[in-house]
């Protein structure tokens, strides 16, 4: 299961908005390669479901993600941070062993 803070389904929605998405579009958070410790998350807007894509849907928001990246982040946590000193989208990811100082890249 992905979880979505309510302060982070607020901002999805806001972003969704200024983009102009509609109800059918998703947030799609995936895991690739790279990154300073290894893998890195990539969020897109998406509005197509591929074959083997899990969607959570929590406070009117949904999230897609699909098979691969499920194994790295299934428990995880989309929270957004705003304010002078917030740091915008954060992943609170159980299965992270080590995560870099930007929070943008993590190894398990």
Known sequence: MIHISPEAAKKIASLKLEDGKDDSSFLRVQVKKGGCSGLSYK??????????????????????????S???IIGMTLEHSGGL????????????????????????
């Open 70 to 72: 499920m194994m790295y």
């Open 85 to 108: 000193n917030g740091k915008g989208f954060v992943f609170n990811n159980p299965n992270a062993s080590k995560k870099c100082g930007c929070g943008t890249s993590f190894n398990v």
């Open 43 to 68: 969020m897109d807007f998406d509005d197509t479901l591929q074959e083997g894509d899990k969607i959570f849907e929590s406070h009117g928001q949904k999230i897609g993600v699909d098979p691969q």
